[in-house]
Structures are given as structure tokens and as C-alpha cells.
């Protein structure tokens, strides 16, 4: 499961939402971390990175350049986000 930067973002405003994960594949991207910092700058790098290690989700680098390139066509953030969701062989979350 890929968590893109809203994914975390909400995690971080629902801390119960992490307990309650399933599935042992979790990722996210240096891109993900970034955006959700920019989102929640109160939490800083710290408490994101707090929150990937409580909730198992591993920090993955980014997918090379071309796989990137690749899904360029779609919304920046989207397209990238989803290049790395591609690239991990992983399914994006989402909070219900």
C-alpha cells in the first residue's frame, strides 16, 4: 500500500486511523514526506517521520527519473504519486 502525502496527512490528524492499517506492504516516497510536512508544518520531519515508524510504513526512494517521466501527462503531484505507487507494485490508500 502507498501512502501519498494526504495519506498522511490524515493520518496524522487521526493518529487511531494508523492502529487501524491493514496489510504488512506499506511505503511511502520522499515526495510523500515532503508534501505532508509543507501540510503540517507543526509536526515538522519529526513527527512524520514518528508516524511512519508507529504505523510501519517503510520510506522508499524515488523511482527512477524515467518511470517518472512517464506519467508526466497527469497532474504533477497525482502523476508522481502514482508513478511511486506503480514502481512499489503497491496500491495507493486512501482514508475512507
Known amino acids: 500500500m502507498y501512502f501519498d502525502g494526504n495519506a498522511l496527512v490524515a493520518l ?4 487511531a486511523l494508523a492502529a487501524q492499517l491493514t496489510g504488512s506492504r ?4 520522499p515526495l510523500s514526506v515532503l508534501e505532508a510536512v509543507s501540510a503540517r508544518p507543526e509536526a ?3 513527527g512524520v517521520t514518528a ?9 522508499r526512494d524515488m523511482p527512477p527519473a ?9 497532474a504533477p503531484l497525482a502523476a508522481l504519486h ?9 496500491e495507493p490508500w486512501t482514508a475512507a
Open 12 to 15: 496524522l490528524a487521526d493518529p
Open 26 to 29: 506499506r511505503f511511502a516516497s
Open 44 to 46: 515538522g520531519l519529526d
Open 51 to 59: 508516524l511512519l515508524e508507529a504505523a510501519g510504513i517503510e520510506l
Open 66 to 74: 524515467h518511470r517518472l517521466i512517464e506519467a508526466a501527462g497527469a
Open 82 to 90: 502514482a508513478a511511486c505507487a506503480a514502481y512499489y507494485e503497491a
